[in-house]
């Protein structure tokens, strides 16, 4: 049986990916509709995608805005 702990990481990385494939995001837009208490969380979260396989594409240059997305095709959950 899965830890409900594990269970409800794996919710939250889903709806991250999800929340990704529907067009480019900035870091404060995933913290605020998602509700992450924070930017270390997000970031924990965008490297375990990453490490399970799924590619999460990072655009910007460092002291400007970055986008985060994920194209559909590359994604690890499917999504309707």
Do not use: W
Not at 38 to 53: E, F, K, S
């Amino acid at each position: 049986m899965t830890h409900p702990n594990r269970l409800q990481i794996l919710l939250r990385l889903r709806r991250l990916e999800s929340f990704l494939c529907t067009r480019k995001r900035t870091k404060n837009e995933c913290i605020d509709i998602l509700q992450y208490t924070g930017a270390r969380m997000l970031l924990r979260d965008l490297r375990d995608l990453q490490a399970l396989g799924s590619e999460i594409v990072r655009q910007g240059a460092p002291g400007k805005l970055t986008f985060y997305y994920c194209p559909r095709a590359r994604a690890i959950f499917r999504h309707e």
